[in-house]
């Protein structure tokens, strides 16, 4: 019987708890999968490449697969993801909310699914980007990272709320023009962000396009009221929102944004979005 070699990735910088975790993963491969599996962990260095290596699993949250998408952008293996961070987004894109036992069995059952990826100004995401508000939020969420998810993304956001300025807008969206003020602009390859916030509902990995969120400016008070309805996906169909499909996309602002890419800040008043159909082959329910 062939052996399959796999390489763990672990977040350099996860927690006592994450790694705790690695090592539960390991002991039961070890007990299930009867040494049709050997496991190599990389906590620290991570291969330069994944060269003799039959699939390779990853361990962290939204900025971890980050990460790994930009440094094996050309991963032709199965991937398997794990959660380890404290959004978890894309993670539960792909699995929901399961047991760490099912999420178990569900990798070495190793049903190979391709999925979706973007870039934007040719940095890769699995996730989304957001310009503006979402970059102001992200540098406000780094001084409060412990304590992350849905709390940390409310307490950032809030102060953000009030004080952000909408913004002009000139968009190409496979060729057709858009200029509009807004408040937010967001591109997605998945439908949820922010620890747990369903931006785009209907957005789909498995699609080959990208969705566009695009908002109008908007009150304070319609700022604060509709946050919660977003968090929770329920706003499409509202008057100031549009929601649009394409594969290629370009925006010009009328100034520097802060971005946010999987969690990653870039700043530009230019962004140019692609879609990588069929990129990464997952291991899926």
Not at 69 to 77: K, L, M, P, T
Not at 144 to 161: C, E, T, V
Not at 239 to 257: G, H
């Amino acid at each position: 019987m062939e052996i399959k070699q796999v390489a763990f990735l672990i977040n350099p910088f996860c927690s006592p708890k994450t790694k705790a975790y690695a090592h539960w993963v390991e002991d039961q491969v070890n007990l299930k999968a009867q040494n049709s599996l050997t496991l190599t962990l990389f906590f620290q260095d991570w291969p330069a490449q994944l060269a003799g290596f039959d699939q390779v699993w990853v361990l962290g949250g939204d900025g971890t697969y980050n990460y790994f998408a930009n440094a094996y952008s050309d991963c032709q293996i199965p991937i398997a993801f794990f959660k380890g961070g404290t959004g978890n987004d894309f993670y539960w894109k792909l699995y929901g909310d399961i047991s760490k036992e099912q999420h178990l069995e569900v990798i070495l059952g190793a049903h190979i699914q391709s999925v979706d990826a973007g870039t934007c100004n040719e940095q890769l995401f699995l996730n989304g980007v957001g310009m503006g508000l979402e970059g102001e939020v992200l540098e406000s969420m780094n001084t409060i990272r412990a304590i992350g998810g849905l709390i940390g993304y409310f307490l950032a956001a809030i102060p953000q709320l009030f004080l952000f300025k909408s913004f002009h807008v000139r968009m190409n969206l496979d060729h057709e023009w858009i200029e509009k003020q807004v408040f937010l602009c967001m591109v997605f390859n998945s439908s949820r962000a922010g620890g747990g916030f369903h931006f785009v509902p209907n957005a789909s990995i498995w699609d080959n396009q990208l969705d566009v969120l695009l908002c109008e400016p908007l009150s304070i008070f319609k700022r604060i009221w509709y946050l919660p309805k977003i968090q929770k996906g329920k706003h499409e169909g509202i008057s100031f929102l549009r929601f649009e499909k394409a594969k290629q996309i370009f925006i010009f602002a009328d100034r520097k944004l802060k971005a946010q890419i999987d969690g990653e800040l870039i700043i530009s008043d230019q962004f140019e979005f692609r879609i990588l159909a069929n990129h990464f082959q997952v291991i899926v329910p």
